[in-house]
């Protein structure tokens, strides 16, 4: 296996309120994208990526199991931060977790932060968003291809820390020799379509160095409105 993560603030933001985590030894790989618009977005994704680095995954256990609780356990921390600290209300954070054990990838999402798998030159996003978008897609008041456009493609309908309790999306793959694995913010997946993404993949094969830093470039050049971050790992 070989990973690589970079990320950048972008053009517009004043601050990088993204965080991630590349644990290659738990094979444990994490994205959280800080709620932009309300305080201390960064205090919310780093804490949850703290709190994965305090729970460390052990063999044999459960890995959906493991992922969801650990996620609970940053929700109720930033949940009760928030409360208890008028510069901290409603800070929120999105999160997609990777973990791999033996060529089993175990995803547990909130937010609308990405996950793809790249193989034999296809890529499929693996995550659902949870925007409001999404849910008009899903009520048949929105087409699948106005939603990148959709002015409340960015409202998002879950968040680690907003609230008491948390609904969390997971769902297990098995990998292939080869399979490739990008974990990404959406300051990524606004600027580029899954189309363009995978034209990158393609014109690079497995150098996933030069992957991560043409995803990053072209993004920027498309405007870097947001922090971009990416997760890239190369299963061998």
């Known amino acids: 296996m070989k990973v690589v993560g970079i990320t950048d603030i972008g053009l517009v933001r004043q601050k990088n309120e993204d965080s991630f985590l590349i644990d290659e030894k738990a094979g444990l790989f994490v994205v959280c994208d800080g709620m932009g618009g309300h305080r201390a977005g960064e205090v919310a994704s780093g804490l949850?990526?703290?709190?994965?680095?305090?729970?460390?995954?052990?063999?044999?256990?459960?890995?959906?199991?493991?992922?969801?609780d650990v996620i609970r356990q940053a929700n109720t921390q930033i949940y009760e931060m928030?409360?208890?600290?008028?510069?901290?209300?409603?800070?929120?954070?999105?999160?997609?977790?990777?973990?791999i054990t033996d060529n089993l990838l175990t995803v547990a999402n909130v937010g609308d932060s990405s996950l793809f798998l790249i193989r034999n030159a296809e890529i499929?996003?693996?995550?659902?968003?949870?925007?409001v978008a999404e849910q008009m897609v899903a009520d048949g008041v929105?087409?699948?291809n106005d939603v990148r456009s959709n002015s409340?493609?960015?409202?998002?309908?879950?968040?680690?820390?907003?609230?008491?309790?948390?609904?969390?999306?997971?769902?297990e793959q098995e990998l292939l020799t080869d399979d490739l694995i990008l974990l990404c913010s959406d300051g990524l997946t606004d600027m580029l379509t899954v189309?363009?993404?995978?034209d990158v993949f393609n014109g690079n094969k497995h150098n996933i160095e030069q992957i991560a830093?043409?995803?990053l470039t072209r993004a920027l050049h498309n405007g870097g409105n947001d922090n971009i971050t990416?997760?890239?790992?190369?299963f061998k």
């Open 48 to 68: 949850t990526i703290d709190t994965f680095k305090q729970n460390k995954y052990k063999k044999k256990s459960d890995p959906g199991q493991h992922l969801i």
């Open 82 to 99: 928030g409360q208890n600290n008028p510069e901290f209300y409603e800070m929120g954070t999105t999160v997609t977790a990777a973990l």
């Open 124 to 131: 499929t996003k693996l995550t659902h968003d949870h925007t």
């Open 142 to 144: 929105l087409h699948r």
């Open 152 to 171: 409340y493609n960015h409202v998002l309908t879950r968040a680690v820390g907003i609230e008491t309790d948390i609904d969390i999306d997971i769902f």
């Open 195 to 198: 189309t363009e993404v995978g």
């Open 213 to 215: 830093r043409q995803l």
């Open 230 to 234: 990416i997760v890239l790992i190369w």
